[in-house]
């Protein structure tokens, strides 16, 4: 639609979480995943040519920023549901079909940051790995019953693309006849272990890390230890984590895959985001 997009991010796991840091301007990177936090540096890098994006736990002093810097027109929270403070136009929220409601309660007894009936406010719902749950009805079924008639879309996880550490494609037949020992530091490893399974790798070994971990060489070399003893001819991650590993010394080739979200009707829910932009220009 030809605006100004700029992606408003808390960037977890970065080096000082109170500061601001300004990722991207969209036309370069402008901070190493250090200083931006592993998710924040992936965005930057996938939407070059995009949006911008800015890491700051304070979103509103952050929008209030790039709009007198940049002319922004069009803001994208990530991870923003309960960042009230910040007036919207649209509220997506995105469920985890095989972890909705987090152990059911509220951290930290549990991961929910508030109870369910706050889904009264989305205005529409995506629904994450559906492929990867035995009853996806009685999933949709439960949110229907909390959103008020809002629009839920179901989506899948997807393999974009497989490469070297070093960034050199890989194809899934070469990937295959190979022994892999898989590891990662995402919010669900089981669902990447299963994806890996699903695309046919064969898995000898798995090792799962904290959300946003920041890897050691000492570590790697007790991850890289017990692949062996297994008896994997190499490593497999996620692109997340890879952002962190290119100062570090890994005896064993390492692949990394790049998954990605494929919606259901996702022409209908570009047109939910189309709406409203045209609406709050009228």
Known sequence: MGKRICVLTRGY??????TQVLVSDEAQLLAREREAGDEAFLLGKN??????????????????????????????????????????????????????????????VGRLREPRAGLSRADCVVLTRMDQVDDPGAVRTEVERLV??????????????????DGESVDNKSLRRERLAAFCGVGNPASFFSHLRRE??????????????????????????????HGAEALIT????AVKLAALNLQLPC????????????????????????????
Request: charged residues 20%.
């Open 238 to 241: 996620t692109a997340k984590d």
């Open 47 to 108: 939407l070059l040519g995009v949006a911008a994006v800015i890491a700051n736990p304070n979103r509103v002093a952050a929008g209030k920023w790039a709009i007198e810097n940049w002319q922004t027109e069009v803001f994208v929270l990530d991870d923003g549901f309960q960042h009230l403070r910040l007036a919207r136009d649209l509220d997506i929220v995105t469920i985890d079909a095989t972890n909705p409601w987090g152990g059911g309660s509220l951290l930290p």
């Open 148 to 165: 008020n008639a809002a629009p839920i879309f179901s989506s899948r996880m997807v393999t974009a693309a497989i490469q070297r550490l």
């Open 200 to 229: 046919g790798c064969a898995i000898v070994s798995t090792q799962a890390f904290a959300d946003h971990h920041q890897y050691t060489q000492s570590e790697l070399g007790v991850l890289i230890d017990k692949a062996m003893r």
């Open 13 to 18: 796991g970065r080096e000082n979480p109170k």
């Open 255 to 282: 692949y990394v895959i790049d998954i990605q979200i494929s919606i259901d009707d996702d022409d209908r829910l570009a047109g939910i985001i189309r709406n409203a932009c045209q609406n709050r220009e009228q």
